[in-house]
């Protein structure tokens, strides 16, 4: 598995217009995390230390090694010497040392699972959510989705309503990641539809051709989604991939 799926991915011919997601599942019981702390930076050390939870400190630490592999696999620099600055609203873009090599990316961690998106030039965005969530979901729904959004929720049967729920929260998210703002950006300014995936701007007269997105079952309980720009309006190419302990060890080699 672990040499196939390395064999698979084109290294060599990653151009703009393509994103690869990988996922990462984290059970509870796995012991294959700590030795990838190694490759951290001192900043990301720091940061961890301040996490109390420990599964928290554990997606952490995944999720970091995942997205420095990852970068490693397209392109020559070694996973620990990766650096990272972050933008005006948080969001970790490479250092200027390693702009010229017009690789972007973002990462998500939830609850059993991480994922990082990775792309040349463009703005890309990810978000993995856990399908489970306490409290209300129509009550939710009203306070983060746009009104066509609450309406297509509210108009869902009782055996699809989570999966819409899950779908609009994480498209929202992979959106508002891409475009570096979080919740800075107003949630109700887009709407987003699921067949077709694709999104309307409610507000501004923003271009809605000039997005890609996708939208996947991760695992039996997670669901995942990306945003892409592509502002020549040229196809894109998403690649996913789902790893597991052995891929992250063979990719440290
Ligand atoms: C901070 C935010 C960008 C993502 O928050 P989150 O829920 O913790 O989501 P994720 O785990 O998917 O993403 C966290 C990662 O996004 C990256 N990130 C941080 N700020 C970012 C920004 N402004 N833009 C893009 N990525 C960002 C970081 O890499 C972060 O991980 P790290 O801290 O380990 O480096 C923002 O969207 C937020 O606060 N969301 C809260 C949830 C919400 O209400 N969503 C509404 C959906 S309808």
Known sequence: MEGSFLKEVPVTNFRRGQAHV?????????????????ILSGQEKARLEKIAH??????????????RLMLSHFSDVSAADWRFDAGDHGRP???TRFRNLGLRFNISHTRGMVA??????????????????PGRLADIAE??????????????????RQKVFFSFWTLKESYIKAIGKGLVEPLDGFAFSLDPLG???????????????DLFKASADH??????????CAPVEIIRRSL??????????
Not at 28 to 34: K, L, S, V, W, Y
Not at 145 to 154: C, L, T, V, W, Y
Not at 244 to 253: C, F, I, Q, S, Y
Request: net charge negative; proline share 3%; hydrophobic share 40%.
């Open 116 to 133: 990082c998106a990775i792309t040349k030039v463009d703005d890309i965005g990810v978000d993995v959510e856990c399908q489970e969530r």
């Open 223 to 232: 669901l995942c989604a990306i945003s892409l720009a592509r502002p020549t």
């Open 143 to 160: 306070r983060k989705f746009s009104r066509p959004e609450i309406i297509f929720f509210a108009s869902a049967s009782e055996a699809e």
């Open 54 to 67: 420990e599964r928290n400190r554990r997606e952490y630490i995944a999720a970091h090694a995942l997205t």
């Open 199 to 213: 999104i309307t701007f409610l507000r501004e007269n923003g271009d809605a051709d000039c997005w890609s997105f």
């Open 93 to 95: 873009e490479l250092t």
């Open 22 to 38: 990988w996922t990462l599942r984290i059970d509870p019981d796995d012991n294959g995390i700590e030795q990838f702390r190694e």
């Open 244 to 253: 597991n302990w052995k891929d992250m060890a063979a990719l440290t080699r």
